[in-house]
């Protein structure tokens, strides 16, 4: 079972530009998040979708866009990246039952 | 606001010995807590979740316990191992959809 994938592993990208980090499950879970996951912040929450067509914002949304046109995709678009945004970023999935979260092995973003 | 303690940030022990990592909330109105294990440069392991209702789950040399009137949670590992090795971090759910994280336990086995 793949559980959930995240592309790319990594990734350098120039100020300025704009991004989609792509994360799919193959849980069926309804609900799925993104983290930036920072030294010393510990993970913080990006956005959520408790279930396909409904997104929702977290504690850090700004400069961040997410969709959820079905169950099992939730791409994360960074519209014009600034060094900020550095981070490790991890998708994660819950579902209705007992909502234990599972995480993707996360994307390692250096914007420059 | 609800926020996660886990002392101590870091822990080194010697192969074999039992041990506790400790987790704190400020807010008992939580619906559960989940303990992850971390190894670096890698993604996040669930390993326990103990709903609210719930003092106590176990998996394998695992044991985590939840006192909420105290807003207290540990996990005990049994005769550690160097694999035991990373990071351990507490979360806990306040509603269906955000967890509030701590910073973590860093964790070092000596064989």
């Known amino acids: 079972t793949a559980g959930i994938t995240q592309a790319p592993t990594s990734q350098i990208l120039a100020a300025g530009r704009s991004m989609t980090l792509r994360c799919t499950q193959d849980m069926r879970h309804n609900a799925m998040y993104w983290y930036r996951q920072d030294l010393g912040l510990g993970l913080r929450l990006i956005h959520y979708?408790?279930?396909?067509?409904?997104?929702g914002k977290g504690e850090v949304p700004d400069g961040y866009s997410v969709s959820r046109a079905n169950t099992d995709d939730f791409p994360l678009t960074l519209a014009s990246a600034v060094p900020s945004q550095t981070s490790v970023y991890f998708c994660?999935?819950?579902?209705?039952?007992?909502?234990?979260?599972?995480f993707g092995p996360g994307t390692r973003l250096t914007v420059l | 606001k609800q926020e996660v303690t886990q002392i101590p940030a870091a822990l080194s022990v010697p192969e074999g010995e039992n041990l506790v990592l400790n987790c704190s909330f400020t807010d008992s109105a939580i619906y559960n807590l989940q303990w992850f294990r971390q190894d670096p440069g890698k993604g996040l392991t669930s390993l326990l979740l103990i709903q609210s209702s719930q003092r106590e789950q176990t998996s394998g040399r695992l044991n985590a316990s939840l006192d909420k009137s105290s807003g207290r949670s540990t996990l005990y590992i049994a005769a550690s191992q160097p694999g035991d090795s990373a990071t351990y971090l507490c979360?806990?759910?306040?509603?269906?959809?955000?967890?509030?994280w701590g910073a973590g336990t860093k964790l070092i086995i000596k064989p």
């Open positions: 979708s408790n279930t396909a067509g409904t997104t």
């Open positions: 979360a806990v759910n306040l509603s269906n959809y955000q967890l509030i």
């Open positions: 994660a999935s819950s579902d209705s039952r007992g909502f234990e979260q599972f």
